[in-house]
């Protein structure tokens, strides 16, 4: 686990510095980015945030358990990507809710395990 600090440390400085220090020029140069990719597949700009979203998540993911070989690294890497993605405007905030609902009942299992009844 010590190996994965500095790499989980690395990647939060480049996503922090990439979405907080656009200037007033490029401050929407992830929507040009999202918008010249809805052009290339000739499709609406939230599909193609979508599309970039899970392009992003995937590589990240691929790339940082192939560099560590640790699953929870995995977790965290995902979760920082997905912050991400919802920082820079590819997917809309209700969807990073509703997927962090999914993973809390996932772990929790409010509704599983030992029971009353019968």
């Known amino acids: 686990m010590t190996r ?3 790499f989980v440390v690395s990647v939060l400085a480049l996503l922090t510095t990439l979405s907080f220090s656009a200037s007033a020029a ?3 140069a992830f929507d040009d980015v999202k918008n010249s990719f809805a052009t290339l597949l000739s499709m609406d700009a939230p ?3 979508w599309i970039l979203g899970v392009i992003f998540i995937i590589v990240l993911l691929v790339v940082a358990m192939w ?3 640790d699953r929870t690294l995995g977790l965290v890497t995902a979760g920082i ?3 991400f993605v919802g920082i820079v405007g590819w997917w ?3 969807s990073l809710i509703f997927v962090g609902i999914i993973i809390a009942f996932l772990v929790l299992r409010p ?3 030992g029971g009353g009844g019968e």
Do not use: E, R
């Open 4 to 6: 994965a600090v500095p």
């Open 26 to 28: 490029s401050a929407h």
């Open 47 to 49: 599909s193609a945030g």
């Open 67 to 69: 560099a560590m070989n």
């Open 81 to 83: 990507s997905m912050a």
């Open 92 to 94: 809309p905030l209700y």
């Open 111 to 113: 509704f599983g395990g």
